[in-house]
C-alpha cells in the first residue's frame, strides 16, 4: 500500500512560482502513474494534472495547462508540481494521488485509491 506526504505549500503572490512535493513509501512507486488534484473552499476536488509511471507522459487540466508542469523522480519516490504564474484562482489544497490501477493515467477522482493529506497553497492578488 502507498503512503504520499506532500510538502512545499505556502502563501505566495500573483505572477509568482512555487513547487510542491509528493514522497511516497510503501509500494513500488515507480511502477504507478501519479496525479495531482486540488480542492478549493466550498468546492469538489478537481483533477489538476498526472504523469505516467514512467514519467514519459503527462496531461494537465485546461485551467493549469502552460503554466504547471508535473514531473517525478523515480529514484527519491517522489512526484513534484511547478506552479508557475500563479492566480489568486490556483488557491487549493494541493493532494497527489496513486490510482487503484498502477499504469493508468487517471483523471477522475474515484480512479484514484491512495492520498495524500494534503499542502495549502494560497495566492494573493
Known amino acids: 500500500q502507498v503512503q504520499l506526504v506532500e510538502s512545499g505549500g505556502g502563501l505566495m503572490q500573483a505572477g509568482g512560482s512555487l513547487r510542491i512535493s509528493c514522497a511516497a513509501s510503501?509500494?513500488?512507486?515507480?511502477?504507478?502513474?501519479m496525479g495531482w488534484f486540488r480542492q478549493a473552499p466550498g468546492k469538489e476536488r478537481e483533477f489538476v494534472a498526472a504523469?505516467?509511471?514512467?514519467?514519459?507522459?503527462?496531461y494537465y487540466a485546461d485551467s493549469v495547462k502552460g503554466r504547471f508542469t508535473i514531473s517525478r523522480d523515480n529514484a527519491k519516490n517522489t512526484v513534484y508540481l511547478q506552479m508557475n504564474n500563479l492566480k489568486p484562482e490556483d488557491t487549493a489544497v494541493y493532494y497527489c494521488?496513486?490510482?487503484?490501477?498502477?499504469?493508468?493515467?487517471?483523471?477522475?477522482?474515484?480512479?484514484?485509491?491512495?492520498w495524500g493529506q494534503g499542502t495549502q497553497v494560497t495566492v494573493s492578488s
Open positions: 510503501g509500494g513500488a512507486f515507480s511502477s504507478y502513474a
Open positions: 494521488a496513486a490510482p487503484f490501477y498502477r499504469q493508468t493515467m487517471a483523471v477522475r477522482r474515484d480512479e484514484y485509491g491512495y
Open positions: 504523469i505516467s509511471w514512467t514519467g514519459a507522459r503527462t
